[in-house]
């Protein structure tokens, strides 16, 4: 069988359920990916619920129904079938959703995953479109949410626009529908819907443009230099899909020239993005970098139901609820960024690490990872480990790298995973993001087991001049 024949057994079984229970992942892709389904199982006439856990584990398996309902795994499970089994619930009455590395069990759960057919570049959210597309084809309406929930999951990060059947198929529909509209070479930068011109130029470092990234007056200065005006007659400051496109080919030109002088390649400059022109300007709904962000706000703050509304089409309490959560997220992780860089990590080797304690919640610490990385050493990994609340004992740990990190052989899912199998954990993600939880009584122990399993990773690849 192929992936085509997995995706039409899943929708078979989904129609010939009675009802069903959803269970999902609290991130983007996952909120997306309850979005997608819900919806598809609704318009099929079959009754469904829904539950969302920020992971699958002991501690939230009774959050899992008792009952008789068909369970949809999606954004999660084909790690954690093992927990599946313990629970006593039967192969028949499962359906595993996701694009995680899948790890063996005794009983082989149902699943549709494109992992293991090589499709790298897709999340739950496309694997999950493409089943409620096998199901009816008049649900290219939430091609859409699909394309929110991979760009959320960073499917497009490393090859700068969604590839695979996640462009082929996906965004083609989207655009099919015209509910998507896709800018084939834009400017690669954040906020270009809500953020002004100069704080995008400001606030991204992929690529990192001397005297512009990390630099909000800098950019100021640089846009001034080229003769761009920033603000409109209003005096209001303007974001970059407000700019005519000549003021943007000025703004592209010039910092491929900055990048030139400095002997970077300007191969990240440009990338794929995806807009959505039915939404109102100047909110995060236009396009699906920043609708990931708001979703990801939802779930981090424990309210990925109100991102799902959103992705329903509520654009009234719902959305003021998201808007308010997002201004607190960005609050909360610009503090948690500055905390990083001002208490600074212990470097080792082929690792940097901190522990923040309780101080922040474990939702949010790999998204400041990540942020932190290009302000500290962005040629190792990051590791942040913090406590959960929910178990004294037990320690959350976040890792985030880059994709040249990535690409000399570095897979921090892999490392996490290994390493904290050995402490009696468990831990998941991908090459460039990942998580684990482990006990608390062995933090020591497993960061110095994750550096020499990274050494090794680098070692393999012959990465060792970095």
């Not at 739950?124 to 597309?133: D, E, K, M, N, T």
């Not at 509910?179 to 690529?207: F, M, Q, W």
């Not at 480990?385 to 740990?397: A, F, Q, R, S």
């Not at 897979?411 to 009696?424: I, R, T």
Request: charged share 25%.
């Amino acid at each position: 069988m192929g992936f085509c024949d997995d995706v039409k057994a899943a929708a078979e079984a989904i129609s010939a359920a009675e009802e069903i229970t959803i269970i999902s992942h609290i991130d983007a892709d996952g909120i997306s990916c309850e979005a997608i389904l819900s919806q598809a199982i609704a318009r099929q006439e079959i009754p469904v619920k829904s539950v969302f856990v920020r992971q699958l584990e002991p501690l939230t398996m009774p959050q899992v129904p008792d009952d008789k309902s068909f369970k949809v795994f999606s954004d999660l499970g084909a790690g954690q079938q093992n927990l599946m089994q313990e629970r006593g619930l039967d192969e028949k009455n499962v359906l595993i959703i996701d694009h995680h590395v899948s790890q063996p069990c005794e009983r082989e759960y149902p699943q549709v995953n494109c992992l293991p057919y090589g499709y790298t570049r897709m999340s739950a959210a496309g694997v999950s479109y493409l089943i409620a597309r096998q199901l009816d084809r008049s649900n290219i309406d939430l091609a859409r949410i699909a394309i929110v929930g991979n760009v959320g999951d960073m499917m497009a990060r490393e090859t700068c626009g969604l590839v695979g059947p996640a462009r082929e198929i996906i965004v083609e529909d989207g655009v099919r529908h015209q509910s998507v509209e896709v800018h084939k070479k834009d400017l690669n930068c954040y906020g270009t819907a809500t953020r002004p011109i100069h704080l995008s130029l400001a606030y991204n470092d992929d690529p990192f443009i001397k005297g512009i990234s990390n630099n909000p007056e800098g950019a100021k200065a640089f846009l001034k230099r080229i003769g761009i005006r920033d603000r409109a007659p209003d005096g209001r400051w303007l974001v970059w899909e407000e700019l005519p496109p000549e003021d943007k080919r000025t703004i592209i030109s010039a910092l491929a020239e900055q990048l030139m002088a400095n002997g970077e390649k300007t191969d990240r400059l440009f990338a794929e993005t995806y807009g959505f022109p039915c939404e109102l300007p100047r909110t995060p709904l236009r396009n699906a970098q920043e609708y990931a962000t708001l979703l990801n706000a939802c779930g981090r703050w424990a309210k990925p139901a109100i991102g799902g509304a959103i992705l329903r089409g509520d654009r009234g309490p719902a959305y003021r609820e998201a808007e308010h959560m997002l201004t607190n997220h960005r609050a909360i992780i610009r503090d948690l960024l500055q905390f990083i860089i001002d208490t600074g990590v212990t470097e080792l080797e082929n690792l940097q690490w901190l522990h923040v304690g309780g101080r922040y919640p474990d939702t949010i610490v790999g998204i400041g990872a990540g942020m932190a990385l290009s302000k500290l050493n962005p040629k190792i990994p990051i590791l942040i480990m913090c406590e959960v609340p929910e178990d004294k004992n037990l320690t959350k740990c976040s890792m985030r790298t880059n994709e040249r990190v990535v690409a000399q052989g570095i897979d921090l899912q892999e490392a996490l995973a290994e390493a904290s199998a050995e402490y009696g954990g468990g831990g998941g993600g991908h090459k460039i993001a990942a998580g684990a939880f482990i006990p608390k009584r062995a933090e020591k122990e497993f960061v110095e087991r994750v550096d020499r399993i990274l050494k090794e990773q680098f070692a393999r690849a012959g990465a060792g001049n970095r």
